[in-house]
């Protein structure tokens, strides 16, 4: 399963591990299908670390699990899917960003360099960028402030997802004009 992201940077086609993490997968899957991400900004964008987005306030303290609007506020957020052969090894890794152990929700991050060994087994790796890295090497060069939030707004503009495992990134450009029009 694919999910292309459009951001004001580029495209990002992501392929997700949905057999290992299905109940994270799932999670993106819904908040992408109801367009949850929609506008979502890259909240926070550390150079030669993450860009984390999945926040719908822009703050970075907020965004809730689709299992909230499915069973109420006491699921607003979901347990961890750690598995010890999914690693931080690459750029384009991506996982979520919890607030502690077992408290996903919406916001995930992606890696922005190799070799971030020590996030493993603290993080839920959900799946990897197959298409669009010179996306994040212009998302990893963006001018930061001191607090990470890039000067120039980098928004997600358009999800959509694909049950191929890998597809050519203009046919889903394809797809979703189609759609549009």
């Keep these: 399963m694919s999910v292309l992201i459009v951001t004001s940077l580029g495209d990002i086609v992501v392929d997700l ?7 994270t997968s799932k999670n993106f899957l819904k908040l992408c ?11 926070t964008v550390q150079k030669d670390f993450t860009a984390q987005t999945g926040d719908p306030t822009g703050t ?20 961890d899917e750690i598995h010890l052969d999914l690693k931080h090894t690459k750029v384009g890794t ?6 502690g152990e077992n408290l996903n929700a919406s916001q995930f ?12 087994g603290k993080h839920t790796v959900f799946g990897e960028v197959a298409e669009g890295h010179e996306t ?3 998302i990893n060069e963006a001018y930061v402030d001191d607090k990470n939030r890039s000067y120039k707004n980098i928004s997600k503009i358009i999800n959509n997802v694909t049950n191929d495992e890998r597809i050519a990134k203009d046919k889903l450009l394809q797809l979703i004009k189609s759609s549009i029009m």
């Design 17 to 23: 591990y949905t057999d290992k993490c299905p109940l």
């Design 33 to 43: 299908k109801i367009k949850y991400y929609n506008g979502c900004l890259f909240h």
């Design 60 to 79: 970075g303290a907020g965004g809730d699990s689709v299992y909230k609007f499915l069973y109420g506020d006491q699921a607003r957020f979901f347990s």
């Design 94 to 99: 991506v996982a979520m960003a919890s607030a």
């Design 109 to 120: 991050y992606i890696t922005l360099r190799d070799d971030l060994d020590y996030l493993d």
């Design 136 to 138: 994040l090497t212009r």
